[in-house]
Structure formats: structure tokens, C-alpha cells
């Protein structure tokens, strides 16, 4: 059996599935081509029939990126393959995923059919996607709560219709790892002509197993993996690519390697955490920012007599620079550039230049600019096409006192102004935000993280405001919270489909 693990990337659209992330076309390509980089096999780059937005994707990624497979998402449906082939006629190397749900509860309650209809319908669309293209994956949904030797025969008959690859989804993340690793075992053993197509695994992590299942996975015979960067991803979020990469890397006993450049997963990691405003949480493996951080006065003790007492893996294997250059406002451009470098972003002179003042301002403010602050300054320039935009904002509040909060808006070239009392600052901002912007709009969810623990820290604010029947989400940083909260407001309205 080869010891050659693929990493199928689908952070481009199981990621992207995630309220408050999607990303548009322009950044969709950063990304590819930063898994391009990182070098990932595979890119899911999306659903072509779901939208005119992500069959352009797929197009627009085609052309952007050289040697990975693009694959894109299907149904068991024709159409959908139509569309599918469609999207990705420029790419190098092309993958359909077509598949359908194999457990007794999807074939009951989802499609009110028979295990043999579902059969019938899981030949046909991979037969009706060999038409396309030669690569075909097969996806047997919810294959987690699905009987084994049912789906043993769904596996053999796909693979006999012309599947190259096998799509084993622990779709609601309940499999226990031994039962998920059984579960490829028996397939390994049990389907005529599974040496004819590859094994993937897609884990999901409802209980916290992702991981671990697709670990399983691959030591029973699986090999290939779907990951996202951060383990984003619909509910609880997906097997993570850094974890499943490094895992690997540390256990070289196993015999098992990846394509991966370990080295380049922290500033892919930022890069599409500022992208999607999904903060990465301080205690997640390998991208953490508590990740190789020891506060324990005995850890302490060991690593500073020796690294390895403590840590399993070197941060330069990630890409992480314990010995990074800090950041003031004494820094020149020289240093901003490379820290951006670094963090996997590219910028033209004039950008730069924009976001070097953003920086000195900033760096006034604070004592310390990490990372985040970096990434929330080279991500505001997206907002400078925006046809609102908050012009300025005084607040007045106190103990004892009702706050009062003065805005001005421009709004396409013109300036607006008004006031409000509210409880509390944050709430008399708005309100006089709304006062401007004189529509019927509903605030359903308001959510303030610091990104670090200094009271001169950037705060982010995401929103989620409804308006005529749509839910709309926004973001805004800023080392002001009240002024971050009006930007997050404004972000929504600015993606009102009026």
C-alpha cells in the first residue's frame, strides 16, 4: 500500500459554509493559491449549481492555479454535473464529487427511498460524471451511521460504474475513532476491486473527534484526507489540515507522508482567518497563539533547560519565528512588509504606503502589534470601495449619566449627521446610526473579542443585522469598541441587497 497521503482541501467550500465567512472571488483565489503554496492536492473550490457567485469561483480558481486538482461539489443530480463540468472547462486537472446519502435515515427521511433506488441513483451519477471528466469521487453521505456491508456494496458498485475515488463521510461527526477505523478496515477487506480507487476520509467534529477519526482512517487504509485550514467549517467544523499534517510529520514511525510544506501553515492559517473573520481560538493545536506559549512555572523550568521537555514540535516547522521582528511605531516600512510577507500577504507600493499610516496610528495606540493587528490593517483596505463609510463619531457616557453618541455618515460622496441617547454608548451609537440610515433593520447578534489581553488591544466586533427578511453579517476592529461596533453595523448594511 503506498505511504502517500493526499490532502483534499475543501476549506473553499465545506469552510466557506460557515455563517459570517464567505469570501468573494478575488479572495477565494488568495486562498487557492496559497494552498497551491502550502502544497495541498486537491481544492474543493465550491458548489458550482448552488449559486452564479460560486460557479464563477471555480472558473476564476481554474485559471489562477496550476498543478492541484480542482474539484467541484455535485449532487446526484444531472444538472448539477452539467454545471459542475462546466465551472471547471479551464483547469488543469479536474475533479467531479458527486455522491448521495447511504444511511437508513437520509434514504428514509431525506429521499423517502429504497436502499436499492439509492443504489441505482449512486451508478448513474457516477457513469453520467465519467461523460466529463476521467477523475470521479464518490461521496457516500452520512457513511458514518451507514451499515457496513450496505455500504460495501454502494463502494464496489460506484467503483465498478468508474469512481477513482471513495468518499467516506463521518457527515455528523458521531463515530467513535476504532468504530471509523473499523469501518475502512472492512471496506479494505471487503470490496472487490478497492485497490482500484482511493479511500478518502471527511471527518466532522461534533464531538471532537475529527481528528482522531481520520487519523483512524488512514491507519486502516485511507489515503486521502479532506481538511480545512483551522478546522472551519459547517457546525463544529472539519478534520483540520495543520493538525492532520503535523501529526504525521511527528510520527514518522508510521510511514506516512504528505506533500505538505509545514513551514508555511501559520501564515496560511492568519491569512485565512482575517479573510473569513474567524478568529482562531488561543488554545488550537499547532496555530494557536497559546499553542508554544508555558505558563506553568515548571513547564518554564524544563523548556528553558530544553525545548523538547515541553514541545513536541518546533515552531519554525509551522512557520511560526520565535525570534520574530516586534513591531512599534518606530518601525519602518522595510519590517511591515516582511511581517506581512510572512503572514502570506502581498501589497503593491501604494497599498503599502496606505496601510503603513494605518500602522504608525495604530502603533501610537498600542505597546505591542502582533500578528492579528497586521492582518485587521492589511483587511481594511477592502472596505474602501464601500459606498457607506463612518466619517466620525463622538461619545459621551459615564456612571450616573445617560450616554450620547454623534455620528456622521458619508454615504456616496454625500455627508449625513445626527445623535442619539441609548442605554450605554455602544447602544446610543447605533441608534443614531439608524437614525441616518432610516430603514427597519434587526441586530441578532453582537459578539466583542479582544485579541490579546492589553486594555489598549484592537476589539472585534462581529454583527449579524436582518433586514427585509435577510441576515447580513459584519465585521469591524478597532482599538475603540464602540467605534468597532458602528463599523461592524455599517459592514451589514453596506451588503444590504437594496
Excluded at 122 to 140: G, H, L, P
Excluded at 194 to 201: E, F, L
Excluded at 306 to 315: K, M, S
Aim: hydrophobic fraction near 40%; charged fraction near 25%; glycine fraction near 8%.
Amino acid at each position: 500500500m503506498s505511504d502517500r497521503l493526499f490532502i483534499f482541501d475543501t476549506t473553499l467550500r465545506d469552510g466557506e459554509q460557515v455563517p459570517g465567512c464567505q469570501l468573494n472571488t478575488v479572495e477565494k483565489i488568495q486562498v487557492a493559491r496559497s494552498l497551491e503554496s502550502l502544497g495541498v492536492d486537491v481544492i474543493e473550490a465550491g458548489f458550482p449549481v448552488s449559486s452564479p457567485g460560486d460557479f464563477n469561483s471555480v472558473i476564476e480558481i481554474s485559471k489562477a492555479v496550476t498543478w492541484p486538482t480542482i474539484c467541484a461539489l455535485t449532487r446526484a443530480v444531472e444538472k448539477d454535473i452539467q454545471v459542475a463540468a462546466e465551472a471547471l472547462q479551464y483547469a488543469k486537472r479536474k475533479r467531479i464529487h458527486t455522491g448521495i446519502g447511504t444511511s437508513d435515515s437520509h434514504i428514509r427521511y431525506k429521499f423517502n427511498s429504497t436502499r436499492e433506488e439509492i443504489l441505482e441513483r449512486a451508478i448513474a451519477c457516477v457513469k453520467y460524471a465519467k461523460r466529463f471528466v476521467e477523475d470521479v469521487e464518490f461521496y457516500a453521505e452520512d457513511a458514518g451511521r451507514t451499515e457496513n456491508e450496505y455500504l460495501a456494496r454502494v463502494v464496489e458498485a460506484v467503483i465498478k460504474a468508474g469512481a477513482t475515488v471513495i468518499n467516506i463521510p463521518d457527515t455528523t461527526g458521531y463515530c467513535l475513532p476504532s468504530e471509523y477505523g473499523e469501518k475502512i478496515r472492512y471496506l479494505m477487506e471487503n470490496v472487490d476491486g478497492i485497490d482500484k480507487a482511493i479511500i478518502s476520509t471527511h471527518c466532522h467534529n461534533d464531538l471532537g473527534m475529527a481528528t482522531a477519526n481520520t487519523v483512524a482512517g488512514v491507519l486502516n487504509g485511507a489515503r486521502q484526507v479532506e481538511v480545512t485550514i483551522n478546522g472551519i467549517g459547517e457546525r463544529a467544523g472539519n478534520t483540520s489540515l495543520e493538525e492532520v499534517a503535523m501529526i504525521f510529520k511527528c510520527h514518522k514511525e508510521l510511514g506516512i507522508n504528505t506533500n505538505i510544506n509545514t513551514q508555511k501553515i501559520y501564515p496560511v492559517s492568519r491569512m485565512v482567518s482575517s479573510l473569513m473573520n474567524m478568529p482562531v481560538q488561543p488554545n488550537k493545536a499547532i496555530v494557536g497563539r497559546n499553542a508554544f506559549a508555558h505558563s506553568s512555572g515548571i513547564h518554564q523550568d524544563g523548556v528553558l533547560k530544553n525545548v523538547q521537555t515541553y514541545e513536541i514540535i518546533d515552531p519554525h516547522d509551522v512557520g511560526i519565528d520565535d525570534n520574530s521582528i516586534v513591531l512599534t511605531a518606530r518601525s519602518g516600512r522595510a519590517a511591515l512588509k516582511s511581517r506581512l510577507n510572512a503572514l502570506g500577504i502581498e501589497l503593491n507600493q501604494e497599498k503599502l504606503d496606505k496601510i503603513y499610516q494605518d500602522f504608525l496610528k495604530l502603533a501610537d495606540k498600542k505597546k505591542d502589534i502582533n500578528d492579528d493587528d497586521i492582518l485587521l490593517l492589511a483587511g481594511a483596505d477592502r472596505t474602501d470601495n464601500h459606498r457607506i463609510k463612518l466619517d466620525y463619531l463622538q461619545v459621551t457616557s459615564g456612571v450616573g449619566v445617560r450616554s450620547v453618541a454623534s455620528l456622521g455618515l458619508n454615504i456616496a460622496g454625500e455627508n449625513f449627521e445626527d445623535s442619539a441617547s441609548g442605554n450605554g454608548p455602544v447602544d446610543a451609537a447605533i441608534k443614531a446610526l439608524k437614525k441616518i440610515i432610516n430603514r427597519k433593520m434587526t441586530l441578532k447578534e453582537f459578539t466583542i473579542q479582544a485579541i490579546s489581553k492589553g486594555s489598549d488591544d484592537v476589539g472585534k466586533v462581529h454583527m449579524q443585522v436582518e433586514y427585509d427578511g435577510h441576515v447580513y453579517y459584519g465585521f469591524g476592529a478597532n482599538t475603540d469598541i464602540v467605534a468597532a461596533s458602528v463599523e461592524a453595523y455599517i459592514d451589514c448594511i453596506n451588503k444590504f441587497r437594496i
